[in-house]
């Protein structure tokens, strides 16, 4: 792991009147481009070829005569054969010598190896670059792990299948698409043996992912993916913020409730097992009543990070929950870094960020205000790793 000294000491070097966000393009890049641009900071798209039309043509940046932007948020991209070519050392040096921080996303920690960022890649990161590979299930010290010794609530595991007693998730990883689920549920032993027969039969997982799965009991209720900002260098007021909240869309999940009990009984063996790969976000509020449980519970997750994963969370964070019919949550997912649903913020911001800052306030443009006012403070070590 690099040293934080070793990532800071690059800012000696930096210009911070000319600073330029740097993202992955993917996941929730224009979020992040969307943000920097309302608070007039420019914008570097990471894109890998074949997938760059986006924001190489869609979102960019259009500029006046005068040179002021009239349309598209993507200032400038890189097109690399991968992802992670971003880490090679030429491309590094250009980062550098183009004053460019980082946030990174779920694609850049899925298609660049942990160790290669850990190790390798120098570029200034806003957030705790430690705290990635909590992210990963097969880890020790992942975020489960970080649940458990804070006292946070988190659905039950069950060890093996014949320890099923309800209804449980299965959660491994999908067999070709291996960023996305091979997720499937059973309420016993037997049906959980004939799903994952059916699953294996059908290309959609393999034994030997469903050998290392997770089996955790599934909480009934609505998803709530909460959308915080931790701020290290806050002096007045709060330093954990609520920016938003989102939930989402699953394919073929989605498809399969739309559908009458008895349709549902005639599709076909292939069709019969729902996917739940994530296609889409939307948004959401929270009963006033229940905005306090959700702010304790992040707070003890901060306080976590800070004890288990020096120095701690920084910046944008989501916990991603479920809740049951007493109104209990349980966090099922973290996410310790942007959130996979915050484009759903893009230039309309979202009512609790909205309301804190009293303008529009995304994850993205809360993620760029930080940059500047650790510049104004003369503080910008304190958010990058």
Not at 153 to 180: A, C, N, Q, S, T
Not at 191 to 218: F, G, M, P
Request: aromatic share 10%.
């Amino acid at each position: 792991m690099l040293k934080p000294n070793e990532v800071r000491s690059k800012l000696e070097d930096y210009d911070h009147e000319e600073l330029k966000i740097g993202v992955v393009a993917s996941h929730s890049a224009l979020d992040v481009c969307d943000g920097a641009a309302d608070e007039d900071l420019p914008t570097l798209a990471i894109c890998e070829k074949g997938r760059e039309k986006t924001y190489t043509k869609y979102f960019k940046t259009v500029k006046n005569e005068e040179g002021k932007r009239i349309r598209g948020v993507v200032d400038e991209t890189w097109v690399l054969d991968r992802f992670e070519d971003v880490i090679d050392e030429e491309n590094q040096k250009r980062l550098l010598e183009e004053n460019v921080i980082f946030v990174p996303n779920r694609s850049f920690t899925a298609y660049a190896p942990l160790d290669r960022i850990e190790d390798e890649f120098e570029i200034p990161m806003v957030g705790s670059r430690n705290l990635l590979r909590s992210e990963e299930r097969e880890e020790e010290r992942d975020y489960y792990w970080l649940l458990e010794r804070s006292g946070l609530p988190f659905p039950k595991k069950y060890e093996e299948p014949e320890e099923i007693d309800g209804l449980v998730m299965v959660k491994l990883p999908h067999k070709e698409k291996r960023l996305e689920r091979g997720f499937f549920t059973a309420a016993s032993s037997e049906e959980y043996e004939e799903k994952a027969q059916q699953l294996i039969e059908n290309d959609v997982i393999t034994r030997e992912d469903l050998d290392e799965a997770r089996i955790e009991e599934y909480i009934i209720g609505p998803v709530f993916n909460f959308d915080f900002f931790y701020s290290p260098i806050t002096e007045r007021g709060t330093k954990l913020e609520l920016l938003g909240i989102d939930w989402r869309f699953e394919t073929s999940l989605d498809g399969h409730v739309r559908l009458p009990a008895p349709q549902q009984m005639t599709l076909s063996e292939e069709q019969r097992v729902p996917e739940y790969t994530v296609c889409g976000h939307n948004s959401a509020t929270l009963r006033e009543s229940q905005i306090e449980k959700v702010f304790e519970m992040a707070e003890t997750y901060v306080e976590a990070t800070k004890e288990h994963y020096d120095p701690g969370m920084i910046g944008a964070f989501c916990l991603q929950t479920c809740v049951d019919k007493d109104l209990n949550f349980y966090i099922y997912d973290v996410a310790p870094r942007v959130g996979g649903g915050t484009n759903v913020h893009m230039n309309v911001g979202h009512p609790y960020g909205n309301t804190l800052w009293s303008k529009r306030m995304s994850t993205g443009r809360r993620t760029a205000l930080e940059i500047n006012r650790a510049v104004r403070k003369d503080k910008l070590e304190k958010i990058i790793t």
